[in-house]
């Protein structure tokens, strides 16, 4: 699945954002979806994920970190998975990435997003 991801941008500390992740070639249905962020000299960090099925519904996931701040939502009419981002902090300034890897692969081949610039100023 081919995914796009926009909506980064400079919001100053306590701002917010909302990063939005279109998937094309492939409905998500199938499908696990993330948001990953990785800030200079530091590793690529799982941020978020959403998965549902028909008897489970829907299953969202997030690090601790931005666990209260952050909501990963799917809109079905366009395809998309959006990233809300309230009380933004200076720290959480990195690169974003969006994610989908099939149910049951984990994350190690996922395919991937081109990354969204997200820089908060204190």
């Known amino acids: 699945v081919q995914l796009q991801a926009s909506g980064g941008g400079l919001v100053q500390a306590g701002g917010s954002l909302r990063l939005s992740c279109a998937a094309s070639?492939?409905?998500?249905?199938?499908?696990?979806m993330g948001w990953f962020r990785q800030a200079p000299g530091k590793e690529r960090e799982f941020v978020a994920s959403?998965?549902?099925?028909?008897?489970?519904?829907?299953?969202?996931y997030y690090a601790e970190s931005v666990k209260g701040r952050f909501t990963i939502s799917k809109v079905n009419a366009k395809n998309t998975v959006d990233l809300q981002m309230n009380s933004l902090r200076p720290e959480d300034t990195a690169v974003y990435y969006c994610?989908?890897?099939?149910?049951?692969?984990?994350?190690?081949?996922?395919?991937w997003g081109q990354g969204t610039q997200v820089t908060v100023s204190s």
């Open positions: 994610a989908a890897t099939t149910r049951g692969s984990g994350w190690n081949h996922p395919d």
């Open positions: 959403i998965t549902w099925s028909g008897w489970s519904g829907r299953s969202t």
């Open positions: 070639g492939r409905t998500l249905d199938n499908y696990v």
